[in-house]
C-alpha cells in the first residue's frame, strides 16, 4: 500500500504503449486525527477520507496514479480569501489548548466541532488542494483528485461553518491566480456539486470575473442547508463579477442523475464553452448520492463520471477535485473510485439511466437561463417543449430539511418513476378534473400576514410581485379577484420566525399557533375565493408547482378539517397546516399556518423565532391601514408585540 509522501504509479504507459493521464492523488492520514472532542458519533468523520483511500487502493486504481502527499498551507495564501483574525484563530486551535475553549469557540460557529488536531488537519485540507492544483497547472500533473477533509466549500471569510474550517478550493484558486500569474492561469471554473449550496466560495468571488462559480445544490426555497437566499438563482455575483455566479437551486431532494445532467448540458456546459477556462477546481462533494442520510438526493456513481466526463473536455482536462461532503461511506467511496477511473481515462463509461428530471427540475433551468441570458448568449434560446415534456411528475411530498435531517420517502415511489425510459415513455398531461369540481365551492381565506394587503394577496391569484418581493409569484390557474373581502378577530397567537424566505429576504415571517388561547387576538383579513383558488394559494405558500395532477386540500379533507378544526398536510412546507376558524355566511374561514409541533420547535429554540423583515413588517401595516382596521402607529405596535412577546 502507498502511504502518504510516497509516489506510485510513475510510468505513465502500459505494454502496449498506450499514454495515460498523469493523474494525482492526496491522501494524509493526519487529517483523520480531526475528530469530535469525545469520540462521537458524526456524519463527517474520519473514516470518510479512509474508505476512499482504501477503495482506490483495492480496485488497483492508487497504483497507477501519482500519490501525493499532504502539505500544510501558509498563513499568507489562506490570508487571500480569509481574514487575519480567522485564520489565527483556527490556528490557535492546537493541542496546548484547553478543550473547554476549543467548544467554547466551535459553539460560537454553525454546524462546528473542534478537538486538538482539527488546526492542524484544516491547514492540511487547504494546503494540499493548493499543491495538487499548482502541480496540475504546471503541467507536472494532468488532473488529480484531494481527498481531504475537513471539507471547505461553507467556510466564509470570517467565519467557520457547516463542518468547514477554511475554504480549501477558494484558497488555491486565489492561490493560482494572485501569487502563481507565471502558470497563466487567468481564468478559473469553479463547480461544485456537493448538495448544500457553496456560500463561502460565491462570496470570496462574488466581484470576481476571473472566476466562473456554478453551484448545482438542494435549496428548497431558501430551506435547506445552509438556508437563505444566497443559492437562488438570481445571485448572480456584482460589479465586474457580476455574470459569473450560477446558482443551479432544486426545490427538492430526489434529484438524480437525470436532473444533474440536464443542468450540465442546458447551463453549464454552454457557459463553460464561453467562459473557456484555463483551469477547472471541482468542489466533490457526494452527498447528493444515493443513499447519503443528509443529501436525500439519488445521483449515482455513473453520474458523476458522466458530469466529470463533459468538464474534461474543457482547459485541457486540466481539473482538480476536491473532497467536500459526502456522509454514506459505501456512496462516496464507489462515486469517488468513478471518478478516478474517468481522469485516468482508461475505459470508457458504462452505465445508464432511465429518468426524466423532474418537472421543477426544467422549472428551475428555465429560470437560470433566463436570468443569466444577459450575461451568456448561449443560454438565450429557449428550450424546446419536446424537451421539457419529457419529465418526471414532481413528488407531493416535499420536505425542507437542514444539514442534520433525513429523508423518509418512500423508495417505490421513485423506483417507479425511475424505471421510466426517455425514448419509449411519455408523461400524461396534467389531469384537471379536481380544479373542476373544487372551483365550484367556495371559501373565506383568512390572512394574518403579507397577505392582508389586498395588492400582496393578488399575486397569489393574479401573479406578479409588489414592492418588497423580491421574488415573482405564479398566481393561480384561475385569476378570477376574490368575490369579497371582510375582516374579523381570532383568539390565535401570531408570531414570527425563521431566518429568511426567498420572497422577503432576511427576517421572520408571520405563523399563527393552530391551537387557540383567549389571552391572544390576531387580526385576520378574509378573502372569499373558490377552494381551487386556495390550494393554488397553499402550492405557492409551500414552494409547490400550481399546475400539480392532484390538490392539497380536497373536499373530503374540507369536511375533515370543519369537523377536526386543524389538518396537517403533506406538503411539509412552512404552511403545511390548514386550521379552519369557523364560518362566515354559512362559508367555512380556512387558514394556513405551521403544525402544532413547529410550534413546539420555535419554543425550544430548535426553529428560530424572528422579527419580520422591513419590506414583511410594512406590508402587513399597509394592510391594515389600508382595511381600516388600525392607524399606521397602532399596526406598527400591533406587529412589534407580536414579534417581541415570547412564546
Not at 8 to 32: A, F, I, P, Q
Amino acid at each position: 500500500m502507498a502511504m502518504a509522501g510516497e509516489s506510485s504509479g510513475n510510468s505513465y504507459g502500459d505494454c502496449d504503449g498506450k499514454s495515460h493521464r498523469k493523474v494525482g492523488l492526496v491522501y494524509d492520514e493526519t487529517m483523520c486525527k480531526h475528530d469530535t472532542p469525545n469520540g462521537e458519533n458524526h456524519p463527517e468523520c474520519p473514516d470518510r477520507i479512509r474508505v476512499i483511500w482504501d477503495k482506490l487502493q483495492l480496485a488497483g486504481v492508487s497504483q497507477r496514479c501519482v500519490v501525493v502527499g499532504g502539505s500544510k498551507a501558509e498563513d499568507k495564501h489562506l490570508q487571500l480569501v480569509h481574514t487575519k483574525d480567522h485564520v489565527s484563530l483556527v490556528q490557535s486551535l492546537s493541542t496546548k489548548k484547553k478543550d473547554y475553549r476549543r467548544n467554547r469557540i466551535a459553539s460560537q460557529w454553525n454546524s462546528i466541532y473542534l478537538n486538538g488536531s482539527s488546526s492542524e488537519a484544516a491547514y492540511l485540507a487547504a494546503g494540499s488542494v493548493v499543491k495538487l492544483a499548482e502541480k496540475v497547472a504546471e503541467g507536472e500533473l494532468d488532473c488529480g483528485y484531494a481527498i481531504v477533509r475537513p471539507p471547505g466549500h461553507h467556510a466564509e471569510p470570517d467565519e467557520a461553518m457547516g463542518f468547514c474550517l477554511f475554504n480549501n478550493v477558494a484558497v488555491a484558486a486565489s492561490y493560482l491566480l494572485d501569487e502563481r500569474p507565471e502558470l497563466g492561469i487567468k481564468k478559473i471554473l469553479i463547480v461544485d456539486w456537493d448538495v448544500h449550496h457553496g456560500n463561502g466560495t460565491q462570496k470570496m468571488f462574488w466581484k470576481d470575473p476571473r472566476v466562473l462559480f456554478f453551484s448545482v445544490h438542494r435549496h428548497e426555497h431558501g430551506g435547506f442547508y445552509p438556508a437563505g437566499d444566497d443559492g437562488y438563482y438570481d445571485m448572480v455575483g456584482e460589479a465586474p463579477g457580476e455574470g459569473f455566479n450560477i446558482n443551479v437551486p432544486w426545490e427538492q431532494g430526489r434529484c438524480g442523475d437525470a436532473d444533474y445532467l440536464a443542468a450540465w448540458d442546458h447551463i453549464l456546459i454552454p457557459v463553460a464553452k464561453e467562459f473557456n477556462p484555463d483551469i477547472i477546481l471541482l468542489s466533490a462533494g457526494f452527498d447528493a448520492a444515493i443513499g447519503d442520510p443528509l443529501g436525500g438526493c439519488r445521483v449515482t456513481p455513473y453520474g458523476y463520471s458522466v458530469m466529470l466526463k463533459k468538464l474534461m473536455e474543457f482547459a485541457q482536462g486540466k481539473i482538480v477535485l476536491a473532497l467536500e461532503g459526502g456522509y454514506n461511506l459505501d456512496s462516496i467511496a464507489k462515486s469517488s473510485l468513478a471518478c478516478v477511473q474517468v481522469l485516468l481515462e482508461d475505459k470508457p463509461i458504462q452505465g445508464s439511466f432511465e429518468a426524466y428530471p423532474f418537472e421543477s427540475t426544467w422549472r428551475v433551468i428555465q429560470a437560470v437561463r433566463k436570468k443569466l441570458s444577459a450575461y451568456w448568449p448561449s443560454l438565450t434560446d429557449e428550450l424546446s417543449s419536446d424537451l421539457i415534456d419529457q419529465k418526471t411528475p414532481t413528488p407531493i411530498i416535499v420536505v425542507s430539511s437542514s444539514d442534520s435531517e433525513t429523508e423518509d420517502y418512500a423508495d417505490d415511489i421513485l423506483d417507479q418513476m425511475s424505471r421510466l425510459n426517455i425514448e419509449n415513455h411519455h408523461v400524461d398531461t396534467v389531469s384537471t378534473s379536481w380544479r373542476r369540481d373544487l372551483s365550484k365551492v367556495d371559501v373565506w381565506y383568512a390572512s394574518f400576514g403579507s397577505n392582508m394587503w389586498k395588492p400582496r394577496f393578488l399575486c397569489y391569484i393574479q401573479g406578479g410581485q409588489t414592492e418588497g418581493m423580491k421574488k415573482v409569484c405564479v398566481g393561480s390557474m384561475d385569476k378570477t379577484p376574490p368575490k369579497e373581502i371582510t375582516w374579523g378577530t381570532f383568539p390565535h397567537r401570531l408570531f414570527f420566525g425563521r431566518e429568511s424566505s426567498v420572497t422577503w429576504g432576511v427576517g421572520g415571517v408571520a405563523f399563527i399557533n393552530p391551537l387557540t388561547d383567549l389571552n391572544d387576538q390576531t387580526r385576520m383579513c378574509f378573502y372569499r375565493i373558490t377552494l381551487e383558488q386556495f390550494n393554488d394559494v397553499l402550492f405557492q405558500e409551500n414552494g409547490l408547482k400550481v399546475d400539480s395532477d392532484s390538490p392539497l386540500f380536497d373536499l373530503d379533507t374540507l369536511q375533515s378539517v370543519e369537523k377536526k378544526g386543524s389538518i396537517p398536510l403533506a406538503s411539509g412546507g412552512w404552511y403545511g397546516n390548514v386550521v379552519c376558524l369557523g364560518k362566515e355566511c354559512n362559508i367555512p374561514i380556512l387558514t394556513m399556518t405551521c403544525a402544532v409541533s413547529a410550534v413546539e420547535k420555535f419554543k425550544s429554540g430548535e426553529i428560530p423565532l424572528r422579527p419580520p423583515a422591513e419590506a414583511y413588517a410594512n406590508t402587513m401595516v399597509k394592510g391594515l391601514v389600508e382595511g381600516g382596521r388600525l392607524s399606521e402607529e397602532e399596526a406598527k405596535a400591533y406587529i412589534d408585540n407580536a414579534a417581541s412577546k415570547p412564546l
